[in-house]
Protein backbone atom coordinates (compact mmCIF):
# COMPACT_ATOMS: atom_id res chain seq x y z
CA UNK A 1 0.00 0.00 0.00
CA UNK A 2 2.75 2.28 1.10
CA UNK A 3 4.50 1.51 -2.19
CA UNK A 4 1.78 2.71 -4.32
CA UNK A 5 1.08 6.46 -2.25
CA UNK A 6 4.86 7.09 -2.88
CA UNK A 7 4.54 5.80 -6.95
CA UNK A 8 1.40 7.92 -6.68
CA UNK A 9 2.91 11.20 -5.01
CA UNK A 10 6.10 10.99 -7.53
CA UNK A 11 4.41 10.58 -10.72
CA UNK A 12 2.11 13.86 -9.46
CA UNK A 13 5.54 15.92 -8.91
CA UNK A 14 6.97 14.36 -12.18
CA UNK A 15 3.99 15.92 -14.24
CA UNK A 16 3.60 19.09 -12.37
CA UNK A 17 7.25 19.75 -13.28
CA UNK A 18 6.50 19.10 -16.75
CA UNK A 19 3.75 21.39 -16.84
CA UNK A 20 6.17 23.99 -15.23
CA UNK A 21 8.64 23.92 -17.96
CA UNK A 22 6.19 23.89 -20.60
CA UNK A 23 4.54 27.15 -19.56
CA UNK A 24 8.50 28.70 -20.28
CA UNK A 25 9.00 26.20 -23.46
CA UNK A 26 6.00 29.00 -25.43
CA UNK A 27 8.40 31.43 -25.98
CA UNK A 28 8.70 32.13 -29.55
CA UNK A 29 11.61 33.39 -31.50
CA UNK A 30 11.93 34.12 -35.42
CA UNK A 31 13.83 35.60 -38.31
CA UNK A 32 12.18 38.38 -40.42
CA UNK A 33 12.07 41.49 -42.24
CA UNK A 34 9.84 44.26 -40.86
CA UNK A 35 8.41 47.41 -42.39
CA UNK A 36 6.61 50.03 -40.78
CA UNK A 37 3.44 52.01 -41.11
CA UNK A 38 3.21 54.70 -43.77
CA UNK A 39 2.02 57.95 -42.10
CA UNK A 40 -1.20 57.96 -44.25
CA UNK A 41 -2.55 55.26 -41.90
CA UNK A 42 -2.46 57.90 -39.01
CA UNK A 43 -5.93 58.35 -37.63
CA UNK A 44 -7.18 55.05 -39.35
CA UNK A 45 -8.79 52.50 -37.03
CA UNK A 46 -6.66 49.39 -36.31
CA UNK A 47 -8.14 46.04 -36.57
CA UNK A 48 -8.78 45.69 -33.23
CA UNK A 49 -10.47 49.04 -32.87
CA UNK A 50 -7.76 51.21 -31.72
CA UNK A 51 -6.62 54.39 -33.42
CA UNK A 52 -3.86 54.11 -35.04
CA UNK A 53 -1.12 56.40 -33.88
CA UNK A 54 2.52 56.57 -34.95
CA UNK A 55 4.16 57.51 -31.60
CA UNK A 56 2.73 54.36 -29.69
CA UNK A 57 4.51 51.35 -29.81
CA UNK A 58 2.43 49.18 -31.69
CA UNK A 59 2.66 46.47 -34.54
CA UNK A 60 0.38 44.39 -36.63
CA UNK A 61 0.66 40.84 -37.29
CA UNK A 62 -0.74 38.36 -39.03
CA UNK A 63 -1.43 35.83 -36.55
CA UNK A 64 -0.39 36.82 -33.14
CA UNK A 65 -3.70 37.54 -30.80
CA UNK A 66 -4.24 41.30 -29.98
CA UNK A 67 -2.17 42.31 -27.07
CA UNK A 68 0.72 40.09 -27.18
CA UNK A 69 4.32 41.96 -26.55
CA UNK A 70 6.68 41.36 -29.25
CA UNK A 71 10.07 42.06 -29.00
CA UNK A 72 11.86 43.36 -32.09
CA UNK A 73 15.39 43.22 -31.99
CA UNK A 74 17.70 44.67 -34.91
CA UNK A 75 21.01 42.29 -35.94
CA UNK A 76 22.48 45.33 -37.45
CA UNK A 77 22.82 47.77 -34.18
CA UNK A 78 21.97 45.58 -31.50
CA UNK A 79 18.95 47.65 -30.86
CA UNK A 80 15.41 46.08 -29.78
CA UNK A 81 12.02 47.91 -28.93
CA UNK A 82 9.10 45.86 -27.16
CA UNK A 83 5.62 46.18 -28.79
CA UNK A 84 1.91 44.97 -28.49
CA UNK A 85 0.18 43.86 -31.47
CA UNK A 86 -3.10 45.78 -32.33
CA UNK A 87 -3.95 45.15 -35.94
CA UNK A 88 -3.70 42.51 -38.79
CA UNK A 89 -0.96 42.80 -41.69
CA UNK A 90 1.37 42.88 -43.06
CA UNK A 91 -0.37 40.59 -45.88
CA UNK A 92 3.15 40.44 -48.05
CA UNK A 93 4.55 37.03 -47.35
CA UNK A 94 7.99 38.15 -47.16
CA UNK A 95 7.34 40.57 -44.41
CA UNK A 96 7.13 39.16 -40.46
CA UNK A 97 5.86 42.48 -38.44
CA UNK A 98 4.70 46.18 -39.74
CA UNK A 99 6.00 48.39 -36.99
CA UNK A 100 4.64 51.87 -35.85
CA UNK A 101 6.80 54.39 -36.99
CA UNK A 102 7.92 55.05 -33.53
CA UNK A 103 8.97 51.22 -33.07
CA UNK A 104 11.06 51.58 -35.97
CA UNK A 105 12.86 54.64 -35.05
CA UNK A 106 13.47 53.00 -31.72
CA UNK A 107 15.19 50.02 -33.64
CA UNK A 108 16.85 52.46 -36.29
CA UNK A 109 14.89 50.84 -39.44
CA UNK A 110 13.18 53.97 -39.55
CA UNK A 111 13.66 55.55 -43.26
CA UNK A 112 15.24 52.56 -44.46
CA UNK A 113 11.82 51.06 -45.54
CA UNK A 114 12.19 47.84 -44.48
CA UNK A 115 15.09 45.69 -42.32
CA UNK A 116 15.84 42.00 -41.06
CA UNK A 117 15.09 41.73 -37.45
CA UNK A 118 14.54 39.07 -34.84
CA UNK A 119 10.68 38.72 -33.11
CA UNK A 120 10.42 37.01 -29.95
CA UNK A 121 6.79 36.84 -27.73
CA UNK A 122 5.43 34.42 -25.52
CA UNK A 123 2.01 32.95 -25.83
CA UNK A 124 -0.29 32.47 -22.99
CA UNK A 125 -1.94 29.24 -22.20
CA UNK A 126 -5.14 30.65 -23.47
CA UNK A 127 -3.82 31.35 -27.13
CA UNK A 128 -2.61 27.86 -27.23
Known amino acids: MWFFILLS ?5 T ?3 VSADDKNNNAVQ ?4 ATYYASKF ?17 AAH ?8 VTVF ?30 AR ?3 IYGKGIAPVQISYTLSESAD
Open 106 to 108: EIG
Open 9 to 13: AVCLF
Open 42 to 58: VGRHTSNGEIYRHEKLT
Open 62 to 69: RTLPFGTE
Open 15 to 17: FSS
Open 74 to 103: NPKNGKSVTVIVNDRGPFNKRFEIDLSQSA
Open 30 to 33: KKGV
